[in-house]
């Protein structure tokens, strides 16, 4: 089920995905598509498979078979290191920051220079990465708080922390697994005019759960269920695929 | 020169109190008038004590330098005791040239260096006239350069490899050749053994002891070697060796396990149906001592060449144990470290009395040739090379733990530790 | 908010001119040459807990095999000494003059290969610091690269230093065995026994000591230190940021076995002898406690600690060798369950914000406990 | 080396290396059993793992001197009380050691290495404090030594047998109280999920406490074997550490399939080795096997492959 126009150059192109943990499939004969400045949201009941597809992606977990271009590179046989230097950017779930580092320090690690260990013994702090570490953080709504240890923050600031992480890094293509899970109403609003600004210059992979947020940037959807495709398409045309309702939507 | 160092506690054993302190400076003189055996007054420090060592009119310094903690406290534990016998028995007679001797007892806790370290201590803080100490060879080779460097005096009782000697160091323990030829001639001619198998943990001692065998058996016994084995420190595992033993059917097994693994060797040999009444087994590193873990029942059968035996059967030796099971209970058994470490306060307090000094050098120059008739295994002599002329004796285990002594040599033999042609 | 460019912060500064003070002046004056040697032996153990700092502090990698690398430097050095007092003249009663006396009583009739470069002092010194590195990066190599960590890892290094152990004993013509390798006698005709030898031989050491304490600081003062220190919590996120987790753990685990051989060398020129019994596992787990006393996270403290526990090892094993290990086993409990931070900790928590006050005066102080960042927190620790 | 004999020797004396093989194996499984549990279901590692085991191996000894003393008529049998003894005294002392020291560390696993370390240190003094620095020998009843006739030239150590069968029953019993039982079922829940487990009403810390209690219960009954083989002093616990770690390592820690699976295959490499070898040389390259064998496959042999 090829959607778009095969002739065109796709950022990220997955075909026949699988990956089995002894014996069962996780991910089973997946293939999809984003294009450029593309905002895709994954969604689908717990255990369908949403988290491994991006562990695949960014090579957290290896693929028992299938492919993942990314710009035209193969990535399954590349380290996860050598991914994201290809340019894609992953947040975890649970927010994944430094505690012990204060934030303009869990900012600057992600600064893409002085990624080999002699550039991190010899890396410099110089005007341009502070500049840059304090422009991401005005983005997102921490400039006060640079020097503040990260494991003070609120649970939503943490997540935030762990976005402008990858900001940083000026992926080509970020991956988000569930951005907003956790946050109160505000942060949630200001999380959603946060990665509205983002994906202006962006393509983005969501994984999300919060169906008004998805409605609110999908792009596409795509719905899981038990490592295959359900469903793919635009919001409103998957919010009415029968099969979806009954498996995820109708709970 | 001072008599006193600071080092010293003269008043150590007794109570801060005012009045027993008292008491005890009124016993000061009355100690130096006792009965002194042999010579009528105590010739002066300065002309016994030339050289700094901590000796003053009544007293006289030594080390006692052993492990107290670690896993070679097991083995090293009898002599302490042995030693501190030997020094309440010599207080007794009257001590050294009329002074009595006091020891400082330091802890080498299994560690080398921390050996080394301590007898640096003795020699220089506490500048021993002699130091009783060491047992593994790892630890005599780590304090050597500090005796010799520091001129000190070190009475080492261990049975040891040999290949060593030194003016600052008298070996009252057998080096390799005394014990191992003579218990091989002993088999060779008693038994008829023709094939011998090789047993040994794997460090310097039993590698070396095992090469000597090795050349008595090819080259003098015409003999042969079936079989050579060396396992870790702490192996418990004997099974396949014990298969391998059984393969080949060895005369002998020849064995110098040591330490836990002993245990586990008796045990599984027994268990494997090796009966050690049919099949000859000779060792040279169980004593009494490791006799203790190992069970009588496990190794009783068994050969054992060394000097020393508990149930030697003699005046002294009887006086010996009885005075032991005195001081440390009536359960400790005597093995023969033990006894070589009761003879080094003795060996030294005549050697001093021989050369009528504490120097050390005029006790190196004078221990050659010094008797001890009263040894618990019978008498006794210093060699040129520091080690002792000694019997070497064959005994046999019982169930009880102890050795039945079935063959004695009939003279001294000489100690060789740099044997021509077993190296 | 410059701390980037600045080597040691302030109280950092402090620490290092107390330790200089008591190192440099304190002792050499206090105590006599023998205890000053003591002094420089245990020192040597520091260089190995400075070395945990940064690969177990702050990069969370315990290796419970540091004595393998302590060791591997150690016979480096002792290699060389050995044969230098080996020379034909001081061997004349061997049968083979002239090659140490170990090999000659285990039959050997000519130095083995691998001892002939050992003549040079210049070979010596690079295998001192590239045979321990080339191990260790073999080792983190093959480890790290396949994701094993943490406690495998710590499992792992035991199990080389006990083999590492049965070899060096099992293969004595070549190691000199459970004896190790003793009467280490002159450094290029220099007489390294005397007094006077080790008294020198202790500043220099000192001086080794500050090298490498600066050589840490500025690891951990680079991006490094902070990567190191954010792979310890979220190993994924840093991978997951760009970086090759492995290789900046086998650097760490590098740089710490490096430190370790120094330590191994100079404590071979120090003691005068090396032998099996520092490679071992009991060794390298003391090693650990060291540094878990001092605090896992401060250099300064892995110094101190060193020197407390050896210290009371000493003194307290002379006097109530029974009640030793009590102590020990029981300050290593109370130190992982109560002070995770060890000694650097309770400093910090308890005795500085007390000093600060009367050494920088009381606003000065203040302001600097308001605007204190974490990072300055941890460096400090 | 074989030219010399005959082919029935030879057959015999494979047949005994088998044997020696399989004694082997029943020791490692039985040294291993224990610290799998432990680190497998609770993710600690036990330094004090052998000293667990020679508490084990003491209370034997004393249970020995106490039939000798006091019941001399029922000494043949003691070892089976002094087995239960053994396990009851380590399960207990496990079960305070968990109280007083490992739940605290739960978010800590290397700490709970150090700190068991540390306990290792003081129950080895307080062994030697308590039985002397002496190792003590233990008497074993007469029916327990000694070996069985297959045919002239196999003979099978009694022993031996009896450890194989012990370490049988232990492993059924485990394999049942961890798989079937509703215990079993508790203590994997915890495992997998131990918010989940507690929000369904397991009491976790009770089910942590008896699992390392069982762990240590085990090394307990260990020791007590270890007595007809090996030696009981108080730093004798130390000898087994570095073994029973790479066995539970190699298996991949989780499976107790794996671990079972791990002690065969090192203790057959060893005997096997040691036959040819040296016993030193047998074991630096059963260990460097296992060590370069673990680089190439870091997850041990039995780990399941799962979304970590």
């Known amino acids: 089920m090829v959607i778009g126009d095969v002739q065109k150059d796709f950022l990220l192109a997955v075909e026949g995905l699988t990956v089995s943990f002894d014996g069962f499939k996780a991910v089973n004969d997946l293939s999809f598509y984003v294009d450029e400045n593309e905002i895709r949201v994954i969604i689908g009941p717990n255990g369908a498979g949403k988290t491994t597809v991006l562990d695949l992606i960014c090579g957290k977990t290896e693929a028992t078979s299938g492919s993942i271009k990314f710009r035209g590179q193969e990535l399954t046989h590349m380290t996860p290191n050598q991914i994201v230097l290809a340019g894609v950017g992953r947040k975890f779930q649970t927010p994944s920051i430094y505690d012990d580092l204060t934030v303009f320090e869990n900012l600057e690690i992600s600064y893409p220079r002085g990624r080999t260990v002699f550039g991190a013994l010899t890396f410099k702090r110089d005007a341009a990465v502070r500049e840059r570490v304090e422009a991401v953080a005005e983005t997102i709504f921490l400039k006060d708080r640079l020097h503040t240890s990260a494991e003070l923050l609120s649970h939503g600031q943490k997540q935030w922390l762990e976005i402008g992480m990858l900001l940083i890094q000026e992926p080509a293509l970020l991956m988000l697994d569930e951005p907003v899970a956790g946050m109160s109403v505000s942060e949630r609003v200001k999380t959603a005019e946060l990665l509205h600004g983002i994906i202006k210059n962006h393509s983005v992979l969501v994984i999300e759960h919060d169906m008004k947020f998805v409605e609110d940037i999908a792009h596409k959807v795509i719905v899981l269920h038990q490592g295959r495709i359900l469903s793919e398409g635009k919001m409103d045309k998957v919010k009415n695929d029968p099969k979806v309702i009954e498996v995820y939507l109708g709970h | 020169m001072s008599d006193r160092n600071d080092s010293y506690k003269p008043w150590g054993p007794l109570a801060p109190s005012r009045r027993k302190l008292l008491a005890g400076m009124a016993a000061l003189p009355a100690l130096s008038m006792l009965p002194r055996p042999s010579f009528a007054a105590a010739p002066p420090t300065s002309v016994v004590n030339t050289t700094g060592l901590a000796v003053t009119d009544s007293e006289v310094t030594v080390g006692i330098l052993h492990s107290v903690t670690g896993t070679m406290a097991i083995s090293e534990t009898g002599s302490v005791e042995a030693e501190k016998l030997a020094i309440e028995q010599i207080n007794a007679e009257g001590g050294v040239l009329g002074r009595k001797i006091k020891f400082i007892q330091e802890d080498g806790a299994s560690d080398w260096p921390t050996f080394a370290e301590k007898a640096k201590k003795l020699l220089v803080n506490d500048k021993c006239a002699a130091v009783m100490g060491c047992w593994t060879s790892a630890s005599r080779k780590a304090v050597l350069p500090v005796f010799e460097q520091y001129n000190g005096m070190l009475y080492y009782p261990t049975f040891y490899e040999g290949l060593e000697q030194s003016k600052n160091v008298i070996y009252t323990g057998q080096e390799a050749t005394q014990q191992i030829i003579a218990g091989l001639d002993w088999v060779s001619k008693e038994k008829g053994a023709k094939t011998f198998y090789l047993l040994g943990s794997d460090y310097i001692w039993p590698r070396t002891s095992n090469k000597i065998a090795r050349k008595h058996i090819e080259n003098h016994l015409k003999t042969k070697v079936v079989g050579e084995e060396y396992f870790p420190l702490g192996h418990t595992q004997f099974n396949s060796v014990i298969n391998k033993i059984k393969l080949t059917k060895p005369d002998v097994i020849y064995a110098i396990i040591v330490g836990g693994s002993n245990v586990a060797f008796y045990k599984q040999l027994k268990a494997a149906g090796i009966d050690l009444s049919k099949q000859t087994l000779l060792t040279i590193s169980v004593t009494e001592d490791e006799i203790d873990g190992i069970g009588g029942e496990n190794i009783a059968g068994a050969y054992a060449c060394m000097k020393y035996f508990q149930s030697l059967d003699n005046p002294n030796n009887k006086a010996f144990v009885a005075a032991f099971k005195k001081m440390w209970g009536e359960k400790t058994v005597i093995g023969d470290v033990t006894q070589a470490a009761y003879l080094g306060p003795w060996l030294w307090k005549l050697t001093v009395e021989k050369a009528n000094s504490f120097d050390i050098d005029k006790i190196a120059a004078a221990s050659p040739g010094v008797e001890f008739k009263g040894a618990p295994e019978g008498y006794v002599r210093i060699h040129e090379n520091h080690h002792l002329w000694s019997k070497t004796r064959v005994g046999r285990a019982r169930p009880d733990g102890q050795y039945d002594v079935i063959y004695e040599t009939k003279d001294l033999v000489e100690p060789d530790p740099f044997p021509k042609g077993y190296q | 908010m410059n701390e980037n460019a600045r080597l040691f912060d302030r109280s950092e500064l402090m620490a290092l001119a107390a330790l200089a003070l008591l190192l440099l002046v304190i002792l050499p004056l206090g105590l006599d040459v023998f205890r000053l040697n003591l002094v420089a032996k245990y020192l040597t153990y520091a260089f190995v807990a400075i070395g945990l700092v940064l690969c177990w502090g702050c990069g969370g990698i315990l290796s419970l095999g540091q004595g393998v690398f302590f060791g591997l430097g150690g016979y480096c050095m002792a290699m060389f000494l050995k044969l230098e007092a080996s020379s034909v003249a001081n061997t004349k009663i061997q049968s083979t003059p002239g090659i140490p006396d170990f090999m000659d009583w285990n039959q050997l009739t000519q130095l083995p290969f691998f001892w002939q470069p050992f003549h040079s002092l210049t070979f010596t010194i690079v295998a001192i610091f590239a045979v321990p590195a080339i191990f260790a990066f073999i080792v983190g190599a093959a480890l790290f690269k396949r994701q094993v960590g943490g406690v495998y890892f710590a499992i792992i290094t035991q199990a080389i230093a006990a083999i590492l152990t049965i070899l060096i004993v099992g293969q004595q013509g070549y190691t000199g065995g459970i004896n190790g390798i003793t009467d280490l006698r002159t450094l290029k005709g220099w007489d390294i026994r005397t007094d006077q030898a080790k008294f020198i031989l202790y500043f220099v050491e000192v001086a080794f000591l500050f090298a490498t304490v600066v050589a840490a600081q500025f690891v951990r003062r680079s991006k490094l230190g902070r990567i190191l220190v954010a792979m310890r919590e979220k190993e994924d996120r840093v991978r997951f940021s760009g970086y090759s987790v492995a290789n900046f753990k086998i650097f760490a685990f590098c740089i710490a076995a490096v430190f370790a051989a120094v330590g191994g060398a100079l404590f071979t020129l120090e003691v005068g002898f090396m032998s099996p019994s520092f490679v071992g596992i009991v060794p390298s787990i003391e090693m650990v406690i060291y540094t878990a006393v001092g605090g896992r996270l401060s250099i300064f403290g892995a110094i101190y600690g060193t020197l407390i526990v050896n210290f009371a090892k000493t003194s307290f094993s002379e006097s109530f060798p029974q009640l030793w290990l009590f102590g020990l086993g029981a300050l290593f409990i109370a130190v992982v369950l109560a002070f995770p931070n060890g000694l650097a900790g309770l400093w910090r928590d308890y005795v500085q914000p007390r000093l600060d006050p009367l050494l920088l005066g009381r606003s000065a102080a203040a302001a600097k406990w308001a605007g204190r960042s974490v990072a300055d927190g941890a460096a400090a620790e | ?308």
């Open chain 4, 1 to 308: 080396m074989f030219g010399d004999y005959s082919i029935g020797d030879l057959g015999a004396i494979f047949a005994m290396q088998g044997f020696a093989g399989l004694i082997l194996f029943s020791v490692f499984v039985l040294m291993a059993l224990g610290l799998a549990i432990i680190f497998g279901q609770m993710g600690v590692i036990n330094m004090a793992h052998g000293e667990f085991m020679i508490l084990g191996a003491y209370v034997t000894w004393a249970t020995s001197g106490f039939f000798q003393q006091n019941l001399p008529a029922l000494f043949p049998g003691y070892f089976f009380v002094a087995m239960i003894l053994a396990f009851i005294a380590a399960g207990a002392l496990g079960m305070l050691v968990e109280w007083a020291l490992i739940r605290h560390l739960y978010r800590r696993p290397l700490d709970t290495l150090l700190a068991t370390w540390g306990l290792s240190l003081i129950l080895q003094q307080a062994y030697r404090s308590a039985f002397g620095a002496r190792e003590v020998g233990v008497e074993l009843p007469d029916w327990m030594m000694g070996s069985k006739h297959l045919t002239d030239t196999i003979e099978v150590p009694i022993n031996g047998i009896f450890v194989m069968c012990l370490t049988a029953l232990i492993t059924c019993a485990v394999a049942y109280v961890l798989f079937w039982s509703r215990w079993g079922r508790q203590v994997r829940a915890v495992v997998q999920n131990r918010v989940m487990a507690g929000a369904v009403g397991i009491n976790t810390e009770k089910v942590d406490r008896y699992t390392f209690g069982l762990g240590c219960g085990i090394a307990g009954i260990a020791g007590s074997a270890f007595t007809m083989i090996g030696s009981t002093g108080p730093t004798s616990g130390q000898l087994y550490i570095v073994d029973t770690f790479m066995v539970v390592v190699f298996g991949g820690a989780a499976s107790l399939v794996g671990t079972i699976a791990s002690a065969f295959t090192i203790s057959q490499a060893r005997s096997t080795l040691e036959f040819f070898l040296s016993g030193s040389m047998a074991q630096v390259l059963t260990l460097l096997a296992i060590v370069g064998i673990l680089m190439l496959r870091p997850q041990g042999l039995f780990a399941l492959k799962v979304r970590k």
